[in-house]
């Protein structure tokens, strides 16, 4: 199955995420503002998939600049600036920095041990979570919902929380999955629900606003969510729309569970509070498929994420384990 993201010769190439399900296609970005442009417009999306399109950022500084590092660092700080809330963009800039003293040829090298590296990681992660929802759930044909695209769109394969779909699916233990729409950008209705079309899976798309009342009349046995942030204490910063899931989920006493790699854990900051929201232009709220649904110049509230507190997650699974570790 074509990666997400992957670097085409003298250019990165990534399927155009702001136009599906409507139209397949993919962009070439042979400059760094084509790639902040694309980042900056979900074009390309999901914190494991930034951290590749960070990575092969400054590869493609280091071809364009060749040898002038002062040049590619400048790039490097612009690309990771981009997005503030996913840790996994600036993680993957820096990955590719390190070998930059060595020449564009090895930052792509490892730009590209990048990208082999997080499907293998997707998958082990996404197993484990799914083996952990099986133990809690029963080993039964499951219901689960999902916000957001955590899926191959949001990675460089694979996927996160959809990736426990797959697996569970494999198994034979997915009655079906229902999807958060997930306003304003509808990653939902338009990626996640594209991804399970085309892989056969059963889903039903729901309004945001329906989540709690469906985990509230016991339509849900488990809810699995990707991340951008994780905060050495557990805190998780996710898309808007988490947080109340996570509420609805503990007052129902229905499993939570997050699938991230752990590239997307950052030590650094101690709990969720530290974790910097991206805000996002009103023009998303106030305006639907390019019609003004809103009074001209409403004043708007538009977070990208939230921040879900470790105390409402069942658990966090990663490639290496459960975490917080220990
Ligand atoms: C597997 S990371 C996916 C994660 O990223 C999404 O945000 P965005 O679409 O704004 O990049 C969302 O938070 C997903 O859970």
Known sequence: MRRTINWAGDAIEIIDQRALPGVYRTLRLSTIDELIDAIRTLAVRGAPALGAAGALGVALSALIHDGDENAVRADAKRIADARPTAVNLS??????????????????????????????????????????????????????????????LATVGWGTALGVVWHLRAAGHLDHVFADETRPLLQGARLTAWELAEAGVPYRLLPDSAAASAIARDLVDCVVVGADRIAANGDVANKVGTYPLALAAARHRVPFVVVAPMSTV????????????????????????????????????????????????TAIVTEEGFYPFG
């Not at 590296?117 to 044909?141: M, W, Y």
């Not at 998303?284 to 649904?293: D, I, K, L, S, Y």
């Not at 009074?295 to 990208?304: L, M, S």
């Open 91 to 152: 993680w993957g800039v820096r990955r590719a920095l390190a070998f930059l003293p060595d020449g564009h040829e090895l930052v792509l090298a490892g730009a590209m041990a990048l990208l082999d590296e997080d499907e293998r990681v997707n998958r082990k992660a996404s197993e484990r979570a799914a083996e952990f929802v099986l133990d809690r759930c029963g080993r039964r044909p499951l219901r689960l919902l999902t916000h957001c695209n955590a899926g191959r």
């Open 266 to 313: 950052d030590p650094e900051i101690p709990d969720g509070g530290g974790i910097v929201i991206e805000e996002r232009p009103a023009g998303e709220v106030t305006e639907f498929a390019g019609h003004r649904v809103a009074p001209a110049n409403a004043a708007v509230f538009n977070p990208a994420f939230d921040v879900t507190p470790a105390e409402l997650i």
